[in-house]
């Protein structure tokens, strides 16, 4: 018999082939007159299938996939009421029935957040660095070099990667590998590179950020499936596959400073949430009434919050929050490995709701940026500074 819920589910199942299709032709520049092409039929029954799907047969889901090139993947996880669990008794985080802009108003103190002093610095800065454009090609491309391997190191050794510095430069530049480190440490560093890049070539297209793009990220990054500890919340250590590329089966969460279990956004809810949240960047993007540091700060820890992967949304988080910068014209932020403790005490307050400390420690790491880019335009040398030559393992 169909229940209410059954009907509620079978419009979700709709609803997620639409929105791969969707994907689909958007990021391969398709047309709906190709992939009926491709699939044999009249383009009035593809748009039909993208805008008002009926109860779709699976042969035809199977004919699709065929046609995109891509194999469907479909998996049962338990039914949860709400998008967040409270184990603490604590109040409702959110509501999934609000729009995203509609949360994120309710949540977020804008008023305290606009007059931060470091969005008026980033800004300033920002308008002394293009004012002296264009400079040095040489300059800015081995700048950005070494801003990028920076940034592997750190954020990979935040996860607990045990490359050193020098060891990260070594095999990025020569493909050197280092003596005794495990090799899943090494493929991380290139798996960073490989997303990252992937990312670069994004920033300077028009297209706006994508559920398939956060999950291609994740693909690149993590290239096969692994097996990884983990330890329930009642406390039993369990091994479970990292499937790349796909969305958590299981709920996530993490243990903070105070000792409080935060859990993430439940993983039926993880694909509507993201989708909201992207449509919302959008949204702040185009209009563009927030500042940049604001909305890619927010971007960062509400990716965050819903931690969509089994494994790997730190980086990812991180590579979605610079493209946020790079796509509005600022430089690459850098949580360095040193400062773990404290960026981690400020998504916890952002978790409350509090993103003053998240905005102020995510400011100040663009301004070490802007510096870096302010001496490269003015020709400086920046051997000496950490942009050059961190310490070799500060950890
Ligand atoms: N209180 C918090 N709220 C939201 N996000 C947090 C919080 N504490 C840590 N994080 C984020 O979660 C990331 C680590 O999450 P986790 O231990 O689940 O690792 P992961 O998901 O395996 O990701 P990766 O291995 O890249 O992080 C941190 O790098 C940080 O970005």
Redesign the pocket.
């Known amino acids: 018999m169909r229940t209410a819920s059954s009907s509620a589910l079978t419009e979700h199942l709709h609803h997620l082939v639409t929105e791969e299709i969707r994907d689909f032709l958007q990021r391969e520049g398709i047309t709906q007159t190709e992939l009926a092409r491709r699939l044999g039929i009249s383009k009035g029954r593809v748009s039909k299938l993208i805008n008002a799907p009926t109860d779709t047969k699976l042969s035809t889901i199977a004919h699709l996939a065929d046609a995109m090139g891509k194999e469907p993947m479909l998996v049962f996880v338990d039914q949860r009421r709400e998008a967040y669990r409270y184990p603490d008794g604590g109040g409702r985080v959110d509501e999934p029935e609000k729009s995203y802009g509609d949360r994120l108003r309710q949540k977020v103190n804008w008023a305290d957040l606009r007059d931060l002093p470091v969005l008026e610095q980033a800004t300033a800065m920002k308008a002394d660095i293009d004012s002296r454009r264009p400079f040095s090609r040489n300059m800015e491309e081995h700048v950005l070099q070494q801003t990028l391997n920076i940034w592997n190191y750190n954020?990979n050794a935040?996860?607990g990667n045990t490359l050193t510095y020098g060891e990260t430069l070594t095999l990025l530049l020569y493909g050197i590998t280092a003596k005794g480190k495990p090799l899943k440490d090494h493929l991380d560093i290139i798996g960073h590179r490989d997303a990252v890049n992937v990312m670069l070539d994004m920033v300077k297209g028009e297209r706006p950020l994508r559920q398939t793009d956060v999950r291609q990220f994740h693909q690149i990054m993590l290239k096969e499936n692994y097996p990884q500890r983990a330890i329930t919340p009642d406390g039993w250590e369990v091994y479970r596959t990292i499937h790349v590329g796909i969305y958590k089966r299981e709920p996530?969460h993490?243990r903070?400073s105070t000792g409080k279990m935060?859990y993430?956004a439940e993983p039926n809810a993880v694909a509507g949430l993201l989708r909201d949240l992207f449509d919302w960047y959008e949204e702040v993007e185009r209009e563009d009434t927030l500042h940049p540091l604001l909305r890619a700060a927010i971007l960062h820890?509400e990716f965050?919050?819903i931690?969509p992967?089994?494994?790997?949304?730190?980086?990812?988080?991180?590579i979605v929050m610079n493209f946020a910068l790079l796509r509005a014209g600022y430089p690459v932020a850098i949580i360095p490995v040193t400062n773990r403790l404290m960026?981690?005490r400020a998504?916890?307050s952002?978790?409350e709701g509090d993103y003053l400390t998240l905005v102020e420690f995510i400011g100040a790491r663009l301004l070490e940026a802007l510096d870096v880019q302010l001496a490269t335009a003015r020709g400086e040398d920046i051997g000496g500074s950490k942009w050059d030559t961190p310490d070799d393992d500060p950890r």
């Open positions: 954020s935040i996860e996530n993490v903070t935060h993430f820890h965050l919050a931690h992967f089994d494994d790997g949304n730190g980086r990812i988080g991180r960026y981690y998504l916890a952002a978790d």
